[in-house]
């Protein structure tokens, strides 16, 4: 079958360039990974991978971590994993 369809749409830059990236290096341009994508949409007749809206707590923790609240900030990734370590 010819390729006779056109899909345009407009992404972010950096969203694109990192994503044109790891196509590279899995032998892939854009066209065949779109094509891959929507070839995989037709086989699982969805998208292939899970889309969910967010239950009530993860909702209200996005909410409340948007404003800033409920954030512990740390000075090293060291720092962090020892007060993990101390739970």
């Known amino acids: 079958m010819s ?5 345009r ?3 972010e830059p950096d969203v694109k360039e990192h994503a044109e990236a ?3 290096e899995l032998g892939l341009n854009p066209t065949e990974a ?8 037709g086989i699982c ?3 292939p991978f899970d889309v969910r809206l967010p239950n009530e707590e993860t ?8 404003k800033g609240m409920g954030l512990t900030r740390y000075g090293t ?3 962090m994993f020892d007060d993990l370590d101390s739970d």
Do not use: H, N, P
Request: glycine letters at 4%; a positive charge.
């Open 77 to 79: 990734m060291d720092e």
């Open 9 to 11: 749409a407009r992404i």
């Open 34 to 41: 779109i094509t891959l994508f929507y070839k995989y949409v």
């Open 59 to 66: 909702r209200q923790t996005f909410e409340a971590t948007d």
């Open 45 to 47: 007749k969805g998208l």
């Open 22 to 24: 790891i196509f590279r």
């Open 3 to 7: 390729k006779s369809s056109m899909i």
